[in-house]
């Protein structure tokens, strides 16, 4: 999905060799470990590492009537509310496009009836093995049938498309997956080049 033929090619290298894997903490999401390694040219170092416990999460891009669907959520993370897209994790058995659907409807009220995969992002690859899908929905029709698990009622905001320069101005809007789906939906409606 990425390979760009115009691009220079750049050269496998070995991975470091794992010499010893222990685990320091686990939480709901996560297990944290330590990880030994060494390099191919013989230096020694311990990592840590956030190992996810689910199958990802999906991060979506929804619009109606030539507008984004944003929500405002409380975000822990930064302590305030932030102004993002619709999110979540993929729960067992589900698809990135079940829990698409599913994070459409419990969120905004809406259920896609197309969905196109934008790209799969890591979120901190030096330290993370989790991974986000960024999808763009469309064709969306009203569905108020699932509640949610949100633990407050979520505001929505329909922006328009055409002023998205506008929502990167806005101190709230300021996720890097955000950021990364907006500009990979502009590019892929041919908004921007």
């Known amino acids: ?8 090619s750049v050269l496998p290298l070995q991975g470091p060799q794992i010499l010893a894997t ?4 686990k939480t709901r999401l996560f297990n944290i470990e330590q990880q030994s390694l ?4 013989g230096v020694t170092a311990d990592y840590e590492r956030l190992v996810s416990q689910s199958a990802g999460a999906v991060l979506v891009v929804p619009i109606v009537s ?5 929500i405002r959520e409380w975000s822990a993370g930064v302590g305030r509310y932030e102004l993002g897209f619709p999110k979540g994790k993929i729960d067992p058995g589900e698809s990135w496009q079940d829990a698409s659907v599913r994070e459409c409807q419990e969120e905004i009220g809406f259920r896609p009836s197309r969905l196109h ?6 979120l901190a690859a030096s330290y993370m093995d989790h991974h986000t899908h ?4 469309q064709d969306l029709q009203v569905d108020i049938s699932d509640a949610g698990d949100e633990p407050e009622p979520l505001q929505t905001l329909h922006w328009p498309l055409a002023r998205w320069p506008e929502l990167l101005a806005q101190a709230e809007f300021s996720e890097g997956r955000a950021y990364a789906a907006l500009f990979l939906t502009l590019t892929h409606l041919g908004k921007i080049a």
């Not at 060494?38 to 040219?41: A, D, Q």
Request: charged share 15%.
């Open 1 to 8: 999905m990425k390979a760009n033929p115009d691009l220079p």
């Open 134 to 137: 960024l999808v763009l929905a």
């Open 66 to 70: 030539d507008a984004l669907v944003l």
């Open 117 to 122: 995969l934008l790209d799969k992002v890591s």
């Open 22 to 25: 222990q685990p320091l903490l």
């Open 38 to 41: 060494c390099f191919s040219n």
